[in-house]
C-alpha cells in the first residue's frame, strides 16, 4: 500500500458548492460545479482524477 503525500500545493475546498440535482450524470455535475467556481471543466476533472502533487505511478495505477 503506498500513501499520498502532498507538495507545496494542497488541495483546499472550493468557494461554491452545489448539490447535485436529481438523475443528473457525474458529466453534467461536475460541468455546473466548474462553472459555479469559474474554473474551466477540463481543468477541473484533471484535478479530480490526480490532484496536484501526486503522481499515478506512485498510486499503484
Do not use: S
Not at 30 to 58: F, S
Request: with cysteine.
Amino acid at each position: 500500500m503506498t500513501t499520498r503525500t502532498w507538495t507545496i500545493l494542497e488541495l483546499v475546498p472550493l468557494p461554491f458548492q452545489v448539490r447535485p440535482i436529481a438523475d443528473e450524470g457525474r458529466d453534467e455535475f461536475v460541468k455546473r460545479l466548474a462553472e459555479a467556481n469559474c474554473i474551466k471543466t477540463h481543468y477541473l476533472r484533471k484535478i479530480l482524477r490526480e490532484p496536484p502533487g501526486t503522481c499515478q505511478r506512485d498510486q499503484g495505477r
